[in-house]
């Protein structure tokens, strides 16, 4: 398994399984069905409501937690110091394991700067005291991540964020990459453009199937491919095991630059998910169930 190295020397896969949107019912056999393809880094949240079942199919898998890279995210409705160092003991207790590979702020709260601070405050001391190995943020935009900097220690592992090819964040990536701080890609085979009423869909896009044509691939190990060849690590999502089978055998396909630059052209500026300044507690807050 290839990794990516973190600006704090922790070493995470390339490519890892996300379950947002996984029932619990599917969560379990979905994270036993990557470890077997050979993954070993599982996202999960607590507001997605299955850090539970991420648990369970690690340890049914029978790999050595060791060898097994968890991810996690905290909700805002835990922000505040006191509060999030609770969500973190929640969401490992969740997991059954006594230490998170890597633990994000879920949104900003751009309403109520103070409980952001004060959340990612407590991951770094969660940091401190070992009870995590990396921490970041998600969904963080230029305005969210400079005010972070400036009020705390520790820059963030990761800044995990909407990135596919009809939304690429060229600006956002690069002050990432300015701050060593490494951008992982969620939706990274643009499964959002066919929510709703998107009129392009990424998996039909005549140009991603030409080049995936041309290698004897798919779409999504294509986006995949472009993806890691760009530098992003990424959480493609799937329940299926055939699917999470071939997210996997991406790792083996390599675009030529005139395909990566083709990729790069397919940019929308659309963001799919929900706009990151408008993340209120009114809003969005929900409570998220003790472990």
Do not use: C
């Not at 069905?33 to 993954?39: D, N, P, V």
């Not at 969401?91 to 751009?110: C, F, M, N, T, Y």
């Not at 004060?118 to 935009?141: D, K, M, P, T």
């Amino acid at each position: 398994m290839s990794t990516f190295t973190l600006n704090n020397s922790v070493t995470i896969p390339t490519i890892g399984l996300g379950v947002f949107q996984s029932s619990p019912e599917d969560t379990s056999g979905a994270v036993a069905s990557a470890l077997e393809a050979g993954y070993r880094h599982i996202d999960t949240a607590a507001s997605y409501g299955n850090e539970r079942e991420v648990g369970q199919g690690l340890r049914a898998s029978g790999l050595d937690r060791s060898e097994v890279f968890l991810e996690t995210k905290l909700w805002i409705s835990d922000y505040g110091y006191e509060q999030a160092l609770h969500g973190v003991d929640k969401s490992a207790d969740k997991l059954g394991v006594e230490q998170i590979d890597l633990l994000l702020l879920h949104q900003p709260l751009p309403s109520d700067l103070e409980l952001t601070i004060g959340a990612y405050q407590a991951l770094e001391a969660s940091l401190a005291n070992g009870r995590v190995r990396a921490i970041g943020v998600s969904n963080f935009l230029p305005e969210h991540l400079t005010a972070l900097l400036e009020r705390t220690e520790i820059v963030p592992a990761v800044n995990q964020i909407e990135v596919h090819p009809y939304f690429q964040q060229r600006e956002l990536q690069a002050l990432n990459a300015e701050h060593g701080i490494l951008t992982q890609a969620w939706s990274p085979i643009g499964g959002i453009t066919s929510y709703g009423e998107a009129e392009r869909r990424s998996f039909d896009d005549p140009v991603l199937l030409e080049i995936a044509a041309a290698h004897e691939a798919s779409a999504a190990q294509v986006m995949l491919a472009w993806h890691l060849q760009q530098g992003r690590q990424v959480i493609p999502k799937s329940v299926r095991p055939e699917r999470i089978r071939e997210n996997f055998a991406a790792l083996d396909l390599e675009l030529t630059a005139s395909e990566l630059e083709r990729i790069d052209g397919l940019e929308t500026g659309v963001r799919g998910g929900p706009e990151p300044s408008a993340i209120t507690l009114e809003n969005f807050g929900r409570p998220i169930p003790e472990a």
